[in-house]
């Protein structure tokens, strides 16, 4: 890890600085699954959701690179329209989506982790699309020894309690928390966590595996 110093100071990181960003990738079942998949992603930048965002696509996942504010606003809407788009376009089949969120590595590759001027966004606001959506959160403090920032679990537990106020956390499970509720406040809570965490802590990782449309839930 680097220890030099540079212009990130108190008047706050840029997200091109800090490094926010995230991968993902939307598993329809269905047979028309390239179909499904590559309409979801065209509707999402038809309906310009990919302004300020770097995107690129391989044999796995998609990375999303945000570069500009408010950029939790940018990645949270964009993620909510391929996941919604995809249940669209398979006929509100099941689909999962795998996410993982991270912010504090500058390049991706190295991290620097020398930011005095962590940002603290504002909660971001998404349309609700009507889908509802289950999902298995699990949120990572990154924290290095000799960091202010406290215990990593004290981090964790009040993220929990602020999404059972938000009335998406509905039960724990082992090694995540369940999310429920529209795909839209699903995403959100997570994002919101994700990024009041990451406005102390410089390094913060989130994980989601996100369910829209499945069978047990239709049987329960």
């Known amino acids: 890890m680097s220890t030099k110093t540079d212009d990130r100071t108190a008047a706050g990181a840029t997200p091109e600085q800090l490094g926010i960003g995230m991968r993902f990738s939307v598993h329809p079942h269905t047979d028309a699954f390239v179909e499904v998949i590559g309409g979801a992603l ?12 770097v995107l690129d696509t391989d044999e796995v996942s998609t990375y999303v690179g945000a570069r500009t504010e408010p950029a939790e606003q940018r990645l949270v809407d964009y993620l909510t329209a391929v996941v919604a788009a995809a ?40 349309e609700p699309t009507g889908i509802r959506a289950a999902a298995q959160w699990s949120l990572y403090p990154l924290l290095d020894g000799g960091t202010d920032a406290g215990d990593h679990m004290a981090h964790i537990e009040a993220a929990i309690r602020a999404a059972t106020a938000r009335g998406t956390a509905s039960s724990p499970a082992h090694y995540a928390t369940r999310l429920t509720g529209d795909v839209a406040d699903v995403l959100a809570t997570a994002v919101d966590a994700w990024a009041q965490v990451g406005a102390v802590v410089p390094h913060v990782v989130s994980h989601l595996t996100v369910s829209v449309g499945s069978p047990t839930a239709a049987g329960a």
């Open 42 to 53: 065209a509707d999402a930048a038809a309906a310009g959701r990919t302004e300020g965002l």
């Open 87 to 126: 249940h669209r376009r398979s006929g509100g089949g099941h689909v999962v989506a795998h996410v993982l969120f991270s912010r504090g590595c500058p390049g991706e590759v190295a991290c620097d982790l020398a930011v005095t001027g962590l940002p603290r966004p504002a909660p971001v606001q998404v």
